[in-house]
């Protein structure tokens, strides 16, 4: 049971290069999540994903595209990187329930440098 | 707009004291809050939930009080170790599909 896995770990990008991160859960979690934390700051949302076929803006979604691929992946896209977008991505899962109050398991993160 | 504060000054404590963090917030009113611990270079690991209609959570040598008139949430760690040395962040959920809001965190340093 390996939880949530993200590729890559590191990578480094040049102004207006594309990318995309990806993400995986093996605990049959409905909800998939995509954060970025910078230093100082908390986790700050990018998107969302309640559940299979559907997303959703979070509080930072400008500059990114998300895809929930199936109930287990949900990949993460920079089109156009740009030196505001260096920071570590994580990506999070968790179980779906009535009031949403399920703790969510992330995993081991993407430090992402663009230059 | 909503504000999440945790104390940004890194905590420090000696083995065997217990270590109290403190999570406030303004112009929300959550419906639950939990606590997640974040190790250098690692996600965050969940700890702790606690309702809005609960007072305090217990777990091992972990305590969550949860105060929504002072808008403040304590986290405690009894005979702390220096294992507890990390990065501990609040999060407060607004219900639904479990959308969280965190806070930046606290870092805690127990000295033997």
């Known amino acids: 049971n390996a939880g949530v896995t993200q590729t890559p770990k590191f990578q480094v990008l040049k102004t207006g290069q594309s990318m995309t991160l990806q993400c995986a859960q093996d605990?049959?979690?409905?909800?998939m999540y995509w954060y970025r934390q910078d230093p100082g700051m908390g986790l700050r949302l990018i998107y969302y994903s309640a559940s299979e076929g559907t997303t959703d803006k979070g509080e930072v979604p400008n500059g990114y595209n998300v895809s929930r691929l199936n109930k287990r992946e949900f990949s993460l896209r920079l089109e156009s990187a740009a030196p505001s977008q260096t920071s570590v991505y994580f990506c999070a899962s968790s179980a779906q329930g009535t009031g949403g109050s399920y703790e969510q398991y992330f995993g081991p993160g993407t430090r992402l440098t663009v230059t | 707009s909503q504000k999440i504060e945790q104390n940004s000054e890194a905590l420090n404590i000696q083995e065997g004291k217990t270590a109290t963090l403190t999570c406030n917030y303004t112009n929300y009113s959550p419906a639950y809050l939990q606590w997640y611990r974040q190790d250098p270079g690692r996600g965050p690991v969940f700890l702790l939930l606690i309702r809005e209609n609960e007072k305090e959570k217990r777990k091992e040598r972990l305590k969550v009080t949860f105060d929504t008139t002072l808008k403040q949430s304590l986290f405690h760690i009894t005979a702390s170790q220096p294992a507890d040395s990390a990065t501990y962040l609040c999060?407060?959920?607004?219900?639904?599909?479990?959308?969280?809001?965190f806070g930046a965190g606290t870092r805690l340093a127990v000295h033997p």
């Open positions: 605990m049959n979690h409905n909800s």
């Open positions: 999060a407060l959920g607004p219900g639904g599909y479990n959308k969280l809001i």
